[in-house]
């Protein structure tokens, strides 16, 4: 077994803290990353806290892995060591039914493996990158280019798939008006990929004090939606609306803002059920729909684009020690847009 350093939750009551656990050994269709860099979702908050469902204690967080490679199995084809590399939120799923053949493992009809606070396909928990290395079949491993700052394409496992998968799927591009809701680590991500589309992005925030960085970012407009007059002004003018926020938030609110036959697409994951007036949708035929990170090809896919248009995350790179206080600053939206825990100092 390989002794892994981490830094773990043991209840839902306890801050993060140093603790040590055992990896598998290498099998021979397996990687293990030296993990470098690991990104700081809000998920990862929701999970400790068990504010989605009951965790798997003492949970390691991190699904936003980068590192590189150090060992690989006698049958491994697709990497090699010493490679730069990357996993998701996904290290296992059946690989046989519709959707896994479809190369959407995100919606394996057995149920995938989630990297942390779920159970392998031998019932041991899974445990994530707030951790010092990591052994996941080559299946889910992804390729990262050299070309960007390794530390920066951390969030891309998860804030940028979580985004880029929807924009694609609902084919978002010229001619297109896109509202994004929330300017956090996903909002940005949208940001940047839908003007990377060709779409006319509007960045919707109740925050009047982020249009400076909506408008760094690439977006065109920028509405405050607690100003009455300047939501009436959109009122009806968007194709899409991608919502990431995750805090309880009116989803009401913004249907108005759609055009007809327009889509508002969620991707943040609030603790609160979305509450939704069937008017609201059937005036105007609209649709409310929903997706979930990405398939492992459309990663790889997402991840080759950002290496070829320079697109990365904006992240604030922290010392493992600091995880409970980037945790507080997160809450308060208090970090542009995401942090990054600098392994090493683990």
Known sequence: MIQTKAYAAQSPETDLAPWTFEHREVGPHDVRIEIAYCGVCHSDLHQIKNEWFPGIFPMVPGHEIVGRISQVGDHVKKFKVGDLAGVGCLVDSCQHCANCQADLEQYCLEGSTGTYNSLDRSGNPTYGGYSTTIVVREEFVVSVSDKLDLAAVAPLLCAGITTYSPLRHWKVGPGHKLAVLGLGGLGHMAVKFGV???????????????????????????????????????????????????????????????????????????????????FSVVMGRKSVAGSSIGGIKETQEMLDFCAEHNIVSDIELINIKDINEAYERMVKGDVRYRFVIDIATL
Do not use: R
């Not at 060709?198 to 509405?223: I, R, Y």
């Not at 009436?232 to 995750?246: C, R, W, Y």
């Open 196 to 278: 990377a589309f060709g779409a006319e992005v509007t960045v919707l925030s109740t925050s009047p004090d982020k249009e400076e960085a909506a408008k760094a970012l690439g977006a065109h407009h920028f509405v405050v939606t607690k100003d009455e007059a300047q939501v009436k002004a959109v009122q009806g003018s968007f194709d899409f609306i991608l919502d990431t926020v995750s805090a309880p938030h009116d989803v009401n609110q913004y249907l108005g803002l759609l055009k007809t036959d327009g889509t508002h697409i969620i991707v943040g994951l609030p603790t609160e059920p979305l509450q939704l007036p069937a």
